[in-house]
T-cell receptor, first 116, second 113 residues
Framework: GAVVSQHPSWVICKSGTSVKIECRSL??????MFWYRQFPKQSLMLMAT?????????EQGVEKDKFLINHASLTLSTLTVTSAHPEDSSFYIC????????????FGEGSRLTVL | KQEVTQIPAALSVPEGENLVLNCSFTDSAIYNLQWFRQDPGKGLTSLLLIQSSQREQTSGRLNASLDKSSGRSTLYIAASQPGDSATYLC????????????WGLGTSLAVNP
């Protein structure tokens, strides 16, 4: 299947700093990418849908000024957690939809964020 | 409103057993259904994707079936191995304009050697 790469896989930062997570589709072009957040032993929560060349669509309750999403190319989307606080500590996962009618989703390896 | 339920929430079996994981959904108007595997602290691996017009998909020891009318999908794992231990997630993609994924909470599988 297609490959989606996330970086970094884990990051520890101080409260108040900003952290950027990258999501790349390595062998296909993704006009749409998705950012999820996952709490321990819970399912994924969709945060936002990232569209290449346009603004992201955020889910209800997700602060767009807090979680900045940029999808500047067909293979790269970034999520920046601004002024991070301990409650932002979580597992963040991106996914990308391969083109065509199948609509199959492929996921990155996830990024574990710990805010001290 | 589409809701996805996975049963059982957890399953522990001895190595070699054939097993079935269940996924049910409340709205039969789906675009497709996808099964994923997630290892602890890792991202998701796509296992099988079933389009709404399909009845089943197979990959190696895995077989997924789809019965839209009854709102069910099953993931069959043949001859289970310890390496199959993971959480298995089912996700349903809505039909229509708003094709969001609706997720189940997953089945945590432990295959014991």
């Amino acid at each position: 299947g297609a490959v989606v790469s996330q970086h970094p896989s884990w990051v520890i930062c101080k409260s108040g700093t900003s952290v950027k997570i990258e999501c790349r589709s390595l062998d296909f072009q993704a006009t749409t990418m998705f950012w999820y957040r996952q709490f321990p032993k819970q399912s994924l929560m969709l945060m936002a849908t990232s569209n290449e060349g346009s603004k992201a669509t955020y889910e209800q309750g997700v602060e767009k000024d807090k979680f900045l999403i940029n999808h500047a190319s067909l293979t790269l989307s970034t999520l920046t957690v601004t002024s991070a606080h301990p409650e932002d500590s979580s597992f963040y996962i991106c996914s990308a939809r391969e083109g065509g009618t199948s609509g199959e989703l492929f996921f990155g390896e996830g990024s574990r964020l710990t805010v001290l | 409103k589409q809701e996805v339920t996975q049963i059982p929430a957890a399953l522990s079996v001895p190595e070699g057993e054939n097993l079935v994981l269940n996924c049910s959904f409340t709205d039969s108007a789906i675009y497709n259904l996808q099964w994923f595997r997630q290892d602890p602290g890792k991202g998701l691996t796509s296992l099988l994707l079933i389009q709404s017009s399909q009845r089943e998909q197979t990959s190696g020891r895995l077989n997924a079936s789809l019965d839209k009318s009854s709102g069910r999908s099953t993931l069959y794992i043949a001859a289970s191995q310890p390496g199959d231990s993971a959480t298995y997630l089912c996700a349903v993609r809505r039909a229509g304009n708003n094709r969001k994924l609706i997720w189940g909470l997953g089945t945590s599988l432990a295959v014991n050697p």
